[in-house]
Every structure is written in C-alpha cells, then in structure tokens.
C-alpha cells in the first residue's frame, strides 16, 4: 500500500485574514490535493469531486475542502453529533511519537464532531469550548437542513490551533501523519473517500496505520 506525501507550507498572513478570505486564499495559491480513492467501489461507487488545500501559520493549520456532487444534507446541528451521516469533509491527524490520533469531521454547515483516542472505542471528545476555537467558514452558511437533490458545490474551511492538539507553533515536527476524507453515510448517494488509500473490507476512517505524510513546511 502506497503512502501518499504533501507538503504543508507557511502562509504567515492567513491568521489576520476572514475564513471567508482564507478560503479564496488557499484557492488561488496553495496546492490542490484529490480526496479519490475509492477503496470499497463494489459497494459504494459514487465519487462526487473533492479536493482540498492545506497551509499553517504559527498559530494554526489550515484546511479548504471543496466539493460537488449530488445531493446535500446538513441535518446535524450540535457539537460531536454524526455528521460523517451527513455531506461531509474530515481530516484525521496523528503527532509523532504519541499513542493517539485526533479525528476532526465536518458537515457541509461546520458543525464539528471531533476528539482524539488511541483506540476508535475509546474517544475524549472535545468540549464546546475547545470546539469553539476552531475557525471555519461553510460556504453553505451555518444552517442545518433536510437533503436537498440536485448538483452541488461548496468550501468548508476550517482552522485547527496547533495548542489544541498539544503542538508548539514555534516548535513544530518535521511532520504529522494524516488522511482526508469525504463521505455521507445517509444521504441518498452513500459514499467514503479517502485521500491515502485504505485496506479494509469495508468503510473504516479509523486507521492510523494508512495514514500519509504531512511535511510542515
């Protein structure tokens, strides 16, 4: 199994921007990555188009999904509820040298279901006001909603404080390990995809051991 690399440069002026101007930011300058491994295509073929851009400044890294495909649904408003059932963009991280990994998942709207574990049944969920810290910006606006049917296309930009998962801005690693996802267990077109391919029969986020490396420029 292939492990995929990227690099994460520094953009040190995101952190004075709007996520809404990060969000164009990233577009324009940074580097696009696919999230197109179908790794369970018998059982779930769909594939709508995802690609991201990813930057850090001292202070946070930065992540832009973009998305279009078929169908949208934001039913999940509340803090750590299932929003991978909805349109949904997640990042999973893991620090060198630690024994957890953090799972960051988002609907298309920003709510946030996060925490870090060392094993999938045995998560710390964050607080909401860990949560709050978190910046993002949903092109969709921050709205829950029932499926809509149709085509498609919105960002989801997000800020992790690098203090948040235990890393010192003006200390950082070489690199973390990590995967991108896209998936939406309940809407009308189920589908999981991953940015480093994954090796399981069936859907499973939760492995660390297929993550790729994130070089922090």
């Known amino acids: 199994m292939n492990q995929k690399q990227l690099l994460i440069p520094t953009f040190g002026n995101l952190d004075e921007?709007?996520?809404?101007?990060?969000?164009d930011y990233l577009e324009q300058e940074a580097e696009k990555h696919s999230i197109d491994c179908r790794n369970w295509a018998s059982q779930f073929p769909y594939h709508p188009?995802?690609?991201?851009?990813?930057?850090?400044?001292?202070?946070?890294?930065?992540?832009d999904f973009f998305v279009r495909?078929?169908?949208?649904?934001?039913?999940?408003?509340?803090?750590?509820?299932?929003?991978?059932?909805d349109s949904c963009v997640e990042f999973f991280?893991?620090?060198p040298g630690s024994e957890e990994y953090w799972n960051f998942e988002f609907n298309c709207v920003g709510t946030v279901n996060a925490?870090?574990?060392?094993?999938?049944?045995?998560p710390h969920r964050l607080s909401d006001a860990e949560i709050a810290r978190i910046k993002r910006y949903a092109s969709c606006g921050t709205r829950p909603f029932e499926e809509m049917e149709g085509m498609f296309a919105?960002?989801?930009t997000v800020a992790i404080p690098f203090d948040l998962i235990g890393l010192d801005g003006d200390n950082l690693p070489d690199?973390?390990?990590g995967n991108f996802y896209k998936c939406g267990a309940k809407t009308s077109l189920p589908h999981?995809?991953?940015?480093?391919?994954?090796?399981?029969?069936t859907p499973d986020f939760h492995r660390p051991e297929f993550f790729g490396r994130l070089n922090l420029g």
């Not at 925490?115 to 045995?122: G, I, L, M, P, V």
């Not at 991953?194 to 090796?199: E, V, Y």
């Open 69 to 85: 495909g078929n169908y949208l649904r934001a039913v999940n408003y509340i803090n750590n509820s299932p929003v991978a059932d």
């Open 192 to 201: 999981y995809l991953s940015w480093n391919p994954i090796a399981t029969d």
């Open 175 to 177: 690199h973390i390990m």
């Open 17 to 23: 921007m709007e996520m809404e101007a990060v969000c």
């Open 154 to 156: 919105w960002n989801l």
């Open 93 to 95: 991280l893991k620090v």
């Open 49 to 63: 188009v995802t690609v991201f851009t990813i930057a850090h400044s001292r202070k946070y890294i930065y992540v």
């Open 115 to 122: 925490s870090h574990r060392a094993t999938r049944s045995n």
